[in-house]
């Protein structure tokens, strides 16, 4: 089965959160971008690995790393663009020759070469699955949470166990829950050009934790991210440092 990484890249203008230009920030002594390029080449499972661009000095930037380039058009650019629309352009430009791809997001660089392994042998062999997608558990339970209407307190979750509802049990008690990361999503080409979306309809989890879990999304995020490297807790595979 072949297995094509996709890396999308805003530009300049990406990580407005941050001040833009997130995609070429340095951590630990490399762009961020290099984390995800040189994780996904690490890995072995990709027949290519490419970013797809907005910019020319960020196309440089990648190849620099050893990633191959996709100039994306502008209407992918905004930032509200769904990823289909860039996701499709991109396979269309391939012409169609890998059975399935994968989302490799630059806000994930400590997501492995081994858990990108791990997470393709999972999915390649699930065949009931249209995808698969990076998760963790959650720290803040939705069961816990609640809406405001009328200046009134509405649990987001109605329903529970008979006779108690979620909020007013022990965290611990309650449902294992789970949210998505930026880290990996894989998904079949054909479901996912069929049903429309980068999901397509049955999903698998690959859970994550630890530094493999950081989506780096504002300057807090990233200063946890240099900390991490700083403490030895992730880096780059050693031949490529």
């Not at 816990?144 to 979750?157: C, N």
């Amino acid at each position: 089965m072949s297995v094509v990484a996709l890396i999308p890249s805003r530009g300049p203008a990406g990580g407005t959160r941050m001040g833009g230009g997130k995609d070429a920030r340095i951590l630990g002594g490399f762009p961020l971008m290099a984390w995800t390029i040189r994780h996904a080449i690490e890995s072995g499972i990709f027949d290519d690995v490419f970013v797809v661009v907005a910019d020319r000095g960020y196309a440089s930037l990648a190849k620099s790393y050893g990633a191959k380039v996709l100039e994306r058009p502008d209407y992918t650019l905004g930032s509200r663009s769904p990823d289909i629309s860039w996701v499709s352009w991109a396979l269309d430009g391939l012409g169609g020759g890998h059975d399935s791809f994968s989302i490799l997001r630059v806000t994930s660089p400590f997501r492995s070469a081994s858990d990108i392994r791990g997470a393709w042998f999972k999915f390649k062999n699930n065949y009931g699955a249209d995808s698969l997608r990076t998760v963790k558990k959650v720290s803040e339970h939705p069961g816990k949470m609640w809406v405001v209407r009328q200046d009134r307190l509405l649990p987001l979750l109605p329903m529970g166990p008979e006779g108690l509802p979620w909020h007013s049990m022990p965290t611990q008690e309650i449902f294992d829950c789970y949210v998505q990361t930026a880290g990996m999503e894989f998904a079949r080409t054909n479901r996912v050009l069929e049903t429309g979306t980068i999901a397509g309809s049955v999903v698998v989890p690959y859970v994550v934790e630890g530094p493999a879990a950081l989506d780096i999304n504002t300057m807090h995020d990233f200063r946890l991210a240099e900390e991490i490297v700083k403490e030895g807790k992730a880096s780059l595979p050693e031949r490529w440092v």
